[in-house]
């Protein structure tokens, strides 16, 4: 009998990305073509996500899920996983012209597991909202949460985007528009 590994709540920041126009650009192409360019875009997440000290929990179809804050939690990681969407969303194109992509960033508190490495690192309600707003965001942007927003505000431009009717939420949701770095990690000008 496997031993559950301890779990402990933490303010962890949770990014979900997915490609868009990527059903349109698989038609046409064969198998080890399609297969090449998932594989290449995961290689570019898990770059751009590890660079800014993230975690790649899991891909799902063309979608990857990554968080910050766990194992080890800096004070800028709201900042770094908008960094990195922000690089992610930007980058995609440079695979395919015919691809973008977009990008949730949610920062608050989730059940994290202690030791996990991978799939099953972070669960809760925290993690579906994220999902969905990613799920919501048009083509090419970074949406992300009250929380985000506040923690990133001093090195990332956000406009408000206006509150979001998330899948599963009883109400609306705050969202910004990540727009672009405007200082240098930390804060710096």
Do not use: C, H
């Amino acid at each position: 009998v496997a031993l559950a590994q301890p779990e402990e709540r933490r303010i962890v920041t949770v990014l979900f990305a997915d490609l868009v126009g990527f059903t349109t650009a698989s038609e046409g192409r064969d198998a080890e073509e399609t297969r090449d360019l998932l594989s290449r875009y995961f290689d570019l997440a898990r770059t751009l996500i590890e660079r800014y000290g993230g975690t790649v929990e899991k891909f799902i179809g063309d979608a990857v899920m990554a968080v910050w804050g766990t194992p080890v939690a800096t004070e800028n990681d709201s900042e770094r996983a908008v960094r990195a969407a922000l690089e992610l969303v930007a980058s995609v194109s440079d695979l395919d012209p015919g691809l973008g992509a977009r990008a949730g960033v949610l920062t608050g508190e989730a059940a994290v597991t202690i030791g996990a490495v991978g799939q099953g690192m972070v669960a809760g309600d925290m993690v579906n909202t994220a999902s969905r707003l990613q799920s919501v965001a048009p083509p090419g942007t970074v949406l992300v949460g009250e929380a985000t927003k506040r923690a990133a505000s001093g090195a990332i431009a956000f406009e408000p985007a206006g509150e979001q009717l998330l899948k599963g939420k009883p109400a609306p949701v705050p969202a910004w528009r990540a727009l672009r770095v405007v200082a240098e990690r930390g804060g710096q000008g």
